[in-house]
């Protein structure tokens, strides 16, 4: 088993910044891959960026803003979201997995999620 909590979730201003984290514990050799995903209310969960061992992935949405990061010593990924919009308030989660994909399907693990809220 893996157990990933994700922080840094919180309310931000339309241009503004925040980075998440997601602490993994437990087995975490078996998941190498780490994604960050997204659902806003009424909405499906939608993949936002994902890190394997040397490759990273965006959605197109977010791709130029948000920057995908990992500390192998922590076991810790982190998510830097930059100039944040209204259309980013989500509730993001974290997921580990055994590949590098943009679909629900192909993660075996998430945390509880943290909300972001951007205000215009």
């Known amino acids: 088993q893996v157990q990933l909590v994700e922080s840094g979730g919180g309310m931000v201003q339309a241009g503004g910044s925040l980075r998440l984290s997601c602490a993994a514990s437990g087995r975490t050799f078996s998941t190498y891959t780490r994604a960050w995903f997204r659902q806003a209310p009424g909405k499906e969960r939608e993949f936002v960026s994902a890190?394997?061992?040397?490759?990273?992935n965006y959605a197109d949405s977010v791709k130029g803003r948000f920057t995908i990061s990992r500390d192998n010593a922590k076991n810790t990924m982190y998510l830097q979201m930059n100039s944040l919009k209204p259309e980013d308030t989500a509730v993001y989660y974290c997921?580990?997995?055994?590949?590098?994909?943009?679909?629900?399907?192909?993660?075996?693990?998430w945390g509880q999620g943290t909300q972001v809220t951007v205000s215009s």
């Open positions: 890190i394997d061992w040397s490759n990273t």
């Open positions: 997921a580990a997995g055994r590949f590098l994909g943009r679909r629900v399907d192909d993660y075996d693990y």
